[in-house]
């Protein structure tokens, strides 16, 4: 289920920007801002989706897993690694849409 709200979130974030950069930046310039767009949230997306795994330890990972806060912790990390994946799937999008157009 949540695999379709991600995939409707991408499309939706994905033509918002399509549409904004459309209106916003001359015909000329489409490719480049496209891109530019696509690689800085392919970076964010990356970054979204592992900052909580790379900052923890592995006394904390055993410890959060023996303990009900922790699998809530757990939870809240695997919803931020979603959103991220969202980011990253709306920045290949638009480095797509960079590539149709060019």
Same mark, same amino acid.
């Given at each position: 289920?949540?695999?379709?709200?991600?995939?409707?979130?991408?499309?939706?974030?994905?033509?918002?920007?399509?549409?904004?950069?459309?209106?916003?930046?001359?015909?000329?310039?489409?490719?480049?801002?496209? +891109?530019?767009?696509?690689?800085?949230?392919?970076?964010?997306?990356?970054?979204?989706?592992?900052?909580?795994?790379?900052?923890?330890?592995?006394?904390?990972?055993?410890?959060?897993?023996?303990?009900?806060?922790? +699998?809530?912790?757990?939870?809240?990390?695997?919803?931020?690694? +979603?959103?991220?994946?969202?980011?990253?799937?709306?920045?290949?999008?638009?480095?797509?849409?960079?590539?149709?157009?060019?």
């Amino acid at each position: 289920m949540w695999l379709l709200a991600l995939a409707g979130a991408t499309y939706i974030g994905s033509v918002a920007i399509i549409v904004a950069i459309v209106t916003a930046v001359p015909v000329v310039s489409w490719t480049k801002a496209f +891109r530019i767009v696509g690689l800085a949230l392919s970076a964010a997306g990356a970054v979204i989706a592992l900052s909580p795994r790379v900052m923890r330890t592995r006394e904390q990972v055993e410890r959060e897993l023996s303990m009900f806060d922790g +699998r809530e912790r757990l939870w809240r990390d695997t919803l931020i690694a +979603r959103y991220g994946l969202l980011a990253l799937a709306i920045g290949f999008i638009q480095q797509l849409v960079a590539a149709l157009i060019s």
